[in-house]
């Protein structure tokens, strides 16, 4: 008899704070998490497709989409300290550069094919929010995915395939098409949503509804076999 695991597809855009606290928020509830196991699958979106490759620096960033840099000061001192709870050392300096993040998609997509798809976004999350890396540099990303054991020549060649980058915007518009228009966004089991960084306590209360509800359904159907695999 085999247990099927909770499937949670979460939609987010490396250039979100609150995807980043909601990755933490996640981490939290899983580690609290000791039923049904949970597999996590990372899904592209993209809060600013228009952003120019050249990138836009903080105080431009925030002029241009708030009005004013004095209103988001408060904005941006929260998510500061909700980070501090959390381990992320937010850096909203003058340095902070906002960049298109369609390329890092693209370099998601192909790690998730490799199985790191989870390292690379905490790895982009903190270039992008703490150590301040321009991700839109080249030099940046070869650096980044050396790390990983990509050359240069393989980043190079999927961030310039368009069909890398005809998929990851078929996925945007996919889960657009959902509804969704604003991230972190969660999907559970492909039916319950839950939008915005949640507190683990949410989120490890929709994983235990979600678990009576396989289990009840379960009752109802009875197990499966699977008499070629030996599996009952």
Known sequence: MTTTPIKIDIVSDVACPWCYVGKRRLEAALAQWEETPVEIEWHPFQLDPSMPAEGKYRDEYLVSKFGDLESTKQMTSSITEVGKDLGIDFDFGEKWLAVNTLPLHQLLEIAGQEGFKDA???????????????????????????????????????????????????????????????????????????????????????????????????????DQCDIDAGDC
């Open 120 to 222: 690379l976004k905490e790895r982009f999350f903190k270039a992008y929010f703490v150590n301040l890396e321009p991700l839109n540099d080249m030099e940046v990303l070869f650096q980044i995915m050396g790390e990983f054991g990509w050359s240069a020549d393989k980043v190079h060649s999927i961030i310039n395939d368009p069909a890398v980058g005809n998929v990851v915007n078929n996925k945007i518009k996919h889960f657009q098409k959902l509804g969704v228009t604003g991230v972190p966004f969660f999907v559970i089991n492909n039916t319950y949503g839950i939008s915005g960084a949640q507190s683990p306590e949410t989120l490890v209360n929709a994983l235990r509804q979600v678990s009576q509800e396989q289990e009840e359904l379960k009752t109802t159907t009875g």
